[in-house]
């Protein structure tokens, strides 16, 4: 069969694991694509740059047009990170008549209606299977194997910078600063891991996948979302005092036909699969209202895992997979059946962790403002400060369990309980999951 | 669009979830097949049965001829059981120019090579994700998701009856005998589980798995499978304290460019998710050389799980992506890259129990024998018998742990040690997963 001839924008650390297999193993491309796969031509920053993949000189250029502009080129695999460049480059594709292959999510959750909408204009498709979860297959899922389902409710662990923090500071007694070091040696953060950490990265791949299994188009703004980058060793130790691991969990799940979502540090059972994802992991938990709870975990992260996804998409493109099923796909600029379930309105229980200064009254300040906002305490763990005579500056921990509340009311509460004198930080606020 | 029209031969458990579904949510299925589905025939054996879904009587046949002939129908659902009258239902439904979806793994281990084959030359395809793994798009992952890897290993809990009865045992303290019977009143086994119990069924899908992931094909002859209906409570009491579940499992993995298969109640550190897989639920622990370790779950059994994936394989027909996918599986009559690692040969650590009578040099006779077959002993326990006064007549059971022997070395002991006149029972013998 006539070879696909593919070209590549982007030869980073994922573009150079994809350029890595199909020329290290095109035999086996090409049983599974049918077809012979060519990697025609790869656009990159720097052409000196030396790489750990063998291309050969000709196929490089550092002219992304040189992609464009080549009739050949059927298929672009666009991984450059950012959404302004991206985006262009991503339209002027699509208008040159390539299906186009990305892992960038920060892109097609913003972009993504403009994106996709000119897709289909244009009888084009693109696949990003990549974007979400690395080695998971979870976009194939929700674009054809739970296909016969309504999906009710999907939770993960998206992000596995944070995961790999997390799981640092429990298993090794790290503080939250020595486990991101950690993750920036073995190359899992970047220089500037503000994205990773505060929970961006994981409420952009929960907006995708709320578009394909619930058909809602949300933004970021739109959900309560909160990272893991102010929690303590002292908060996943009183954690797991309490039987529950910390995870940075995203939710998206229909109550009452609305969607709640959220994206926050949450405490998960020790004895649950959720709880016992490890490091770079990443864990998706499907429900369906006729396949009932499924699950989906493997590495979110990493060169080679998430060249795996790419890989697969290109194979998809390669057999004219992709092309049909992009069409059919619940995306941005088709319909939107449920409403995204108002902030204030989202309930959950809470863990709270004061650092109050050690002086009378500061638990009965607490708890008056909880009690006026009608947040009901399930308990509270105060331990003896640490010095013998206790004084005016030091400062020991409050950690309270919360009943059911709502999110408006923890709002509120919140704003009040940060005024207090007598507390030396703002409040740490977690979800609980039920 | 045109609707696809479809026949259906068989109305039971799994077709008529497939039915309810089709009926009671038909814009949910149109949406995601870009057409409408409809049901256009269905053959039963009793057309006065009295069924739980509601179809038009004018669509019920009794004879399968009349799905076979309608030439309005594309794609013909197979959903009866056995090897026999099936395979020549298939055959017909292929030359009638048919695709055909199927969940009768019995089906394709046997006549595989034949039906597929036959299906390639006609230019039909087949779809058979419901075949293995219930819930679990476990076929689409080596179809297309993971069409990057060269598949290095695959492990799963793959017969949710085994798996429910070992968890009722190991849970609520219950026989094998009282568990199965649960089983059967919850309708997780049939009258007759001899195939579900015995490893058999777990065979045929490991067969099926190892020919999509490894292109090898195998019989279930040709590699040692074992099932449950040999253990006891104390088995599995044994082996948590040791820190182990115990768990039916199936695994094929690439040792030294050999595929080691087999089927074996199997000890599993009780740390492992593996341990943690619980009642009917199916799990599959897949390595690929690229995306490294990847993990599906889901409910193995039971009417809906499996109807959501002949309704993934309705759509996938629908859409036209099984039509595209079929030709490009590693299948029987393909290509044959592995060869089967010859049984003898397969290496593990073995759990042992002996039932011994309480006689001086019982111990001694079994622990020569394992020494003269150079099967080194990592542990073994042995209680006091519980009489005061042991006697002739009563009987212990001794646990051994062995270090990694050969099945060859394994099975060679074994025939020695039953002919032991002091065991009162053929020794049970699980593997203990490294």
């Known amino acids: 069969m006539t070879p696909l001839k593919i070209g590549m924008i982007g030869l980073g650390t994922v573009g150079g694991g994809v350029a890595k297999i199909l020329t ?58 950012g959404t302004g460049q991206a985006r262009e480059i991503m ?19 913003e972009h993504g209606d403009e ?11 693109i696949a990003f299977e990549a974007s979400v979860a690395g080695g998971i297959p979870i976009i194939a899922a929700f674009g054809s194997a739970l296909a016969g389902n309504q999906i009710t409710s999907l939770s993960g662990i998206l992000n596995g910078t944070s995961n790999f923090i997390l799981t640092e500071m429990a298993d090794k007694n790290q ?24 929970g961006t990265d994981a409420a952009q791949k929960l907006v995708l996948l709320s ?11 739109e959900f309560p979302c909160s990272g893991i980058d102010t929690l303590t060793l002292e908060d996943l130790k009183c954690a797991a005092d309490l039987g529950y691991m910390v995870k940075l969990l995203a939710v998206a799940r229909l109550v009452d036909n609305l969607l709640e979502m959220h994206v926050s540090p949450t405490l998960v059972r020790n004895n649950l699969p959720m709880a016992d994802v490890q490091g770079v992991f990443n864990a998706v938990k499907v429900t369906g ?18 060249a795996s996804a790419v890989l697969a ?11 049909l099923t992009f069409p059919t796909l619940d995306l941005f600029g088709g319909r939107t059946t449920f409403s995204v379930q108002p902030t204030d309105k989202i309930l959950s229980k809470f863990y709270l962790r004061f650092n109050a200064l050690d002086r009378p009254h500061v638990l009965a300040d607490i708890t008056d403002i909880l009690g006026r906002h009608e947040i009901s305490i399930a308990s509270v763990v105060q331990h003896e400060s640490p010095e013998v005579e206790s004084n005016n500056n030091s400062v020991v921990p409050v950690f309270i369990m919360t009943h059911r509340a709502t999110e408006g009311q923890m709002r509120a509460a919140e704003a009040e309980l940060n005024q207090l004198k007598s507390l030396q930080s703002p409040c740490i606020r977690m979800r609980v999951a039920e």
């Open 24 to 81: 290290q193993h095109p035999d086996r491309i090409e049983r599974r694509a049918q077809r012979p796969i060519v990697l025609q031509r790869v656009a990159v920053r720097d052409l000196t740059k030396k790489r750990d993949v063998d291309l050969p000189a000709e196929i490089l250029t550092d002219r992304v047009q040189d992609v464009i502009d080549d009739p050949e080129i059927d298929v672009a695999v666009q991984l450059i990170g």
């Open 91 to 109: 339209l002027a594709l699509l208008a040159a008549g390539k299906d186009v292959v990305t892992a960038n999510k920060a892109l097609l959750c």
């Open 115 to 125: 994106l996709f909408t000119r897709a289909r204009e244009l009888g084009r498709s």
């Open 175 to 198: 503080t939250y600063e020595q486990a991101l070091r950690r993750a920036q040696e073995l190359g899992y953060a970047e220089a500037d891991p503000a994205m990773d950490v505060d």
């Open 211 to 221: 578009q394909l299994a619930f058909g809602v188009r949300a933004a970021v703004a």
């Open 289 to 306: 209202d006729v396949v009932g709870e499924t699950w989906f975990s493997g590495q979110g992260a990493g060169q080679l895992p998430t």
């Open 313 to 323: 998409d290109i194979v998809d493109m390669a057999v004219g997979r992709s092309q």
